[in-house]
């Protein structure tokens, strides 16, 4: 079975950070690219990165450029999301997506809620 | 606002046919695949269509995708009660390199 589980959310005050992981079991994660898409408290569905199979490709949403950095461990089957400068409107619940490229997002975690508030 | 422009809600009653549209530009839906993901009150969202019109397998026939232009729509025939859910559009922007939802339809089953 696809399972995707996310962790390291919670409470964090602005301008602070956290880094959050997802652990992959039941496909061979090293050939999937993977992303990360969040969803404010009551709003729809933003992506925020993306990262290739093999690491080479990364791709940023314009309002995480520069603050967010995706990374992945092919051995540990772990994609994980470094977030810095951390400001009130990152405030979501943050999906670990499988990228299966033509054929979509094909997998989605539970979710990690991140909360950014003084 | 979302770069792709859907409804923010629909409605039908048990057994009608309701559509959903997706709007979007030459950059996306005009030369990319669209995507429509369903999210169940209180759930992860799941892929419903892929590739503009293909549905993955334990989908049932009665969602259907289709695209045409810098458009795109999500027809679901025989409604259910179990089909009140949030849909949502998606697609590769070569534009831009980033991928793009659509702001989502809340579906309510009247």
């Known amino acids: 079975e696809v399972q995707l589980v996310e962790s390291g959310g919670g409470l964090v005050q602005p301008g602070g950070s956290l880094r959050l992981s997802c652990a992959a079991s039941?496909?061979?994660?090293?050939?999937?690219?993977m992303n990360w898409v969040r969803q404010a408290p009551g709003k729809g569905l933003e992506w925020v990165s993306y990262?290739?199979?093999?690491?080479?490709?990364?791709y940023y949403a314009d309002s995480v450029k520069g603050r967010f950095t995706i990374s992945r461990d092919n051995v540990k089957n772990s994609l994980y999301l470094q977030m810095n400068s951390l400001r009130d409107e990152d405030t979501a619940v943050y999906y670990c997506?499988?990228?299966?490229?033509?054929?979509?997002?094909?997998?989605w975690g539970q979710g990690t809620l991140v909360t950014v508030s003084s | 606002q979302s770069v792709l422009t859907q409804p923010p809600s629909a409605s039908g009653t048990p057994g009608q046919r309701v559509t959903i549209s997706c709007s979007g530009s030459?950059?996306?839906?005009?030369?990319?695949?669209v995507y429509w993901y369903q999210q169940l009150p209180g759930t992860a969202p799941k892929l419903l269509i892929y590739?503009?019109?293909q549905r993955p397998s334990g989908v049932p026939d009665r969602f259907s995708g289709s695209r045409s232009g810098t458009s795109a729509s999500l027809a679901i025939s025989g409604l259910r009660s179990e089909d009140e859910a949030d849909y949502y559009c998606?697609?590769?922007?070569?534009?831009?390199?980033?991928?793009?939802f659509g702001g989502g339809t809340q579906l309510t089953v009247l």
């Open positions: 997506v499988r990228d299966s490229g033509r054929d979509g997002y094909t997998a």
């Open positions: 998606a697609a590769w922007d070569g534009s831009l390199s980033v991928a793009v």
């Open positions: 030459s950059s996306n839906i005009g030369s990319n695949y």
């Open positions: 039941g496909f061979t994660f090293s050939i999937y690219s």
């Open positions: 990262i290739s199979s093999s690491s080479t490709t990364i």
């Open positions: 590739r503009n019109n």
